[in-house]
């Protein structure tokens, strides 16, 4: 058993929506499911824009694009890598400011220090759908001028008060890889704070131009036809995938609170979370190593998201320590969780962790 299963509609719900494409013939650039599906994401969740997109890490690059960002982007330690290199491939310069050690979100208050003349912009994730603290990164931000990118690729169908986290930032993105909450087997969506951004992203993702008209640099990052009628049939059991999560969580939690292991969760109550992961905090690496090798041996896969802190990939050219993020990283283990788990399954899973404590 992995951390995560992907999440598949009825076969034959697939293969029904596949019909009507072959009957159409048309199968990529912005066919009727790829625009469908952005209605009901923008529906379904209250966003003001979506458009999909190949990937959540091509999303990235072209929030980095569309935004005009150069120098120095002020960033996280504890993320999936793609979050690093999405700014290293748009040549910019990384800067890690650490984070919170309850939740892993970065930390608002060493954020200004940080800052320097060439600092464009804050891409802040919202690590396992905990959302970072949106007003006060918004404030510095409006403060000294800088742009909000929000790598929200574990927040799909995350709210605050009501409000989309997708709502937040100039952009933010979001990835519908297939170990995802939600997935369209490879996929992301982009979210803009107005319809202007909305646009010249829109553009950058097919080549820069509209039919003749050759207006921008750009790339490609079209989604196909069979990409987006998984991810509008993957859609309609959000709900039914949520709360299946919830559940999980729940009897984690409960039937566990006596082993020396803190779970991560959010701490704002106003949050509507989504129960993307389960990641739980060890004491020291030792321990974490003794409960994840304990499990893999009889073939129960939990993953080290995220290890290692990102601050320190070999191939930064220059980085500073970041203490409570290296920290979390070498203690933090995400537990398999994933809706198809059976009660049996789980309390395998529990069992053999309680075991890996003696
Ligand atoms: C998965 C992920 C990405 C990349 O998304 P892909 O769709 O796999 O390209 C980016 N950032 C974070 C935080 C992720 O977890």
Request: proline letters at 5%; hydrophobic letters at 40%; one cysteine or more.
């Amino acid at each position: 058993m992995n951390v995560t299963k992907t999440f598949l509609p009825p076969f034959d719900d697939y293969v029904n929506a596949l019909k009507k494409v072959w009957d159409s013939g048309w199968v990529t650039n912005r066919g009727e499911n790829t625009v469908a599906l952005e209605q009901e994401i923008k529906q379904k969740l209250g966003t003001k824009t979506c458009l999909a997109v190949n990937n959540g890490t091509l999303a990235l690059q072209i929030a980095l694009k569309a935004l005009d960002i150069k120098g120095e982007v002020i960033t996280t330690p504890l993320s999936y890598v793609a979050t690093t290199t999405s700014i290293l491939w748009e040549h910019c310069d990384p800067v890690f400011v650490d984070v919170l050690p309850e939740t892993g979100g970065i930390n608002p208050a060493l954020i200004e220090d940080a800052i320097t003349p060439r600092t464009t912009c804050i891409m802040a994730v919202h690590c396992y759908g905990i959302p970072c603290d949106v007003e006060a990164i918004g404030a510095i931000a409006k403060k000294h001028s800088l742009k909000i990118i929000y790598d929200a690729a574990h927040s799909f169908g995350v709210s605050i008060k009501g409000q989309s986290i997708f709502n937040y930032g100039d952009i933010s993105t979001t990835s519908f890889h297939a170990t995802k909450l939600f997935n369209s087997v490879e996929g992301g969506g982009i979210f803009c704070a107005n319809n202007e951004l909305h646009e010249k992203c829109r553009l950058l993702h097919q080549f820069g131009h509209d039919y003749d008209n050759y207006i921008s640099q750009g790339t490609n990052a079209k989604m196909s036809e069979f990409h987006s009628i998984m991810g509008r049939l993957n859609l309609r059991h959000l709900d039914a995938i949520i709360a299946l999560r919830k559940e999980i969580v729940a009897r984690y939690t409960e039937e566990m609170s006596d082993l020396p292991i803190r779970f991560v969760v959010p701490r704002d109550t106003e949050v509507h979370w989504n129960f993307a992961y389960c990641p739980i905090l060890f004491n020291n690496e030792k321990a974490l190593l003794q409960s994840f090798n304990h499990l893999k041996k009889i073939g129960i896969n939990c993953r080290r998201y995220f290890y290692p802190a990102l601050n320190t990939l070999p191939y930064l050219s220059k980085s500073l320590p970041c203490p409570e993020g290296e920290n979390f990283a070498k203690r933090v283990l995400c537990l398999p969780l994933f809706p198809q788990m059976t009660p049996q399954e789980q309390s395998n899973i529990i069992e053999n962790l309680k075991k890996s404590f003696h």
